[in-house]
T-cell receptor
Framework: GAGVSQSPRYKVAKRGQDVALRCDPI?????LFWYQQALGQGPEFLTY????????KSGLPSDRFFAERPEGSVSTLKIQRTQQEDSAVYLC?????????????FGPGTRLTVT | GDSVTQMEGPVTLSEEAFLTINCTYT??????LFWYVQYPGEGLQLLLK?????DKGSNKGFEATYRKETTSFHLEKGSVQVSDSAVYFC????????????FGSGTRLSIRP
């Protein structure tokens, strides 16, 4: 079956532009996560949805970052007024439920470069 | 807070060598432990996991044992192949963290033919 998909795969933005990154989770997966992976580092948690409810946004680095999942399926991560430090790979993951022992399935990521 | 520390890379080995990648963790709750792998040009995928003390996770010849007394989850493989070249991430989740994954910084492994 289809895995987690993300679009676009690559995005170049000029500093100050707004960007929107899309995630299509595996069908039927309740939980959806966004992570940020800087070059040479491990992914870091940004935010978490259970269905359409955003239950944890403690990892969002600033109020320029905003995520939504209005119908409990597709999610969008929006970054306003991009800065160079926002350059990273943004990973989306989904899992069947919120249980800590369950595997999270990752998408291929969106590589954002801010120039 | 919860954290994962893993050995820094890069690690370069010859084919058929024995592999160990060390991983230790700090967690306030009772974590589940994972190894994820990122092959060149591909997304992160789960390699193995263990959810309670003394459990051994295994997959594709890789093994790791959940050691609560030493707070460790070292990854081992008896005979590595060129196709094992990738970046390996040790990670944990806890119920108190609502299942968000906390990753180590990753270890890049290169295998010479």
């Amino acid at each position: 079956g289809a895995g987690v998909s993300q679009s676009p795969r690559y995005k170049v933005a000029k500093r100050g532009q707004d960007v929107a990154l899309r995630c299509d989770p595996i069908s039927g997966h309740v939980s959806l996560f966004w992570y940020q992976q800087a070059l040479g580092q491990g992914p870091e948690f940004l935010t978490y949805f259970q269905n359409e409810a955003q239950l944890d946004k403690s990892g969002l680095p600033s109020d320029r970052f905003f995520a939504e999942r209005p119908e409990g399926s597709v999610s969008t991560l929006k970054i306003q007024r991009t800065q160079q430090e926002d350059s990273a790979v943004y990973l989306c993951a989904s899992s069947l439920w919120w249980q800590a022992t369950l595997e999270q399935y990752f998408g291929p990521g969106t590589r954002l470069t801010v120039t | 807070g919860d954290s994962v520390t893993q050995m820094e890379g890069p690690v370069t080995l010859s084919e058929e060598a024995f592999l160990t990648i060390n991983c230790t963790y700090t967690a306030t709750g009772y974590p589940s432990l994972f190894w994820y792998v990122q092959y060149p040009g591909e997304g992160l995928q789960l390699l193995l996991k263990a959810t309670k003390a003394d459990d051994k996770g295994s997959n594709k010849g890789f093994e790791a044992t959940y050691r609560k007394e030493t707070t460790s989850f070292h990854l081992e493989k008896g005979s590595v192949q060129v196709s094992d070249s990738a970046v390996y991430f040790c990670a944990l989740t806890t119920y108190s963290s609502a299942s968000k994954i906390i990753f180590g910084s990753g270890t890049r492994l290169s295998i010479r033919p």
